[in-house]
């Protein structure tokens, strides 16, 4: 079926990561825009309106990765896609995954803090979801990131509902200096683990230290 052309703001894209985001070989696709505004952003340009780095078509896109398709296909890599939030995209990705060659795998770097309909969308070509869950905790969570994290854990008690797709979901779990403690990392972890999460990343915000 022939899908109809589609374009999105980009930050940037980023070729030959490996074992970082997905199997094999990946390229990293960033989108511009994020419903989050978390106190130590990695990537705050994807906030600023006058830091798009390009607005790219579907078949530019595709174009563009063509160039890297005998390393998804030497590797069993593919496309991770981020941002900022790459489900508010959905739609430029469901479109996407139309017209990429079949082999290739496609990652998602997400928050989970979207409508359940941008789920839904890409759910069906999605290989591996990183999940970006800051603390289980509502109001660490808010203070942090400024939202609310029903939704959150609302999509990700769907996704693990769906058969075998708690193999395919990691769940970044962030010790946030200033924010969490060890113990909140740990809470967390009970929580998500009785919920049907069964792979994580612990790790801890390294801060920049000032001059």
Known sequence: MESREISAPFIGIVRHRLATDGKGVTTLV????????????????CLDPKM?????????LLDELLLDNLYFLATGGGITFGG???????????????????????NFETSL?????????????A???????KDTNPAIYKEYTT?????????????????????????????IPNHNTQEDVNHSRAMLEDMGVKR????????????
């Open 113 to 125: 803090n979207v409508d359940r309909s941008h789920l839904e969308r890409v759910l069906p070509h």
């Open 84 to 106: 900022g939030e790459p489900l508010l995209r959905s739609e430029f990705i469901n479109a996407f995954c139309r017209i990429k060659p079949a082999e290739w795998k496609i």
């Open 30 to 45: 960033a989108f511009h825009g994020c419903p989050l505004r978390c106190k130590y952003c990695l990537n705050s340009q």
């Open 200 to 211: 994580f990343d612990e790790f801890e915000y390294i801060m920049k230290q000032d001059k």
């Open 52 to 60: 798009v780095w390009r607005t790219i078509t579907t078949s530019e």
């Open 127 to 133: 290989n591996e979801f990183f999940i970006d869950i």
């Open 147 to 175: 939202r609310d994290n029903a939704q959150v854990l609302d999509n990700l008690r769907w996704l693990l509902s769906h058969e075998g797709m708690a193999d395919k979901v990691i769940v970044r779990l962030p010790h």
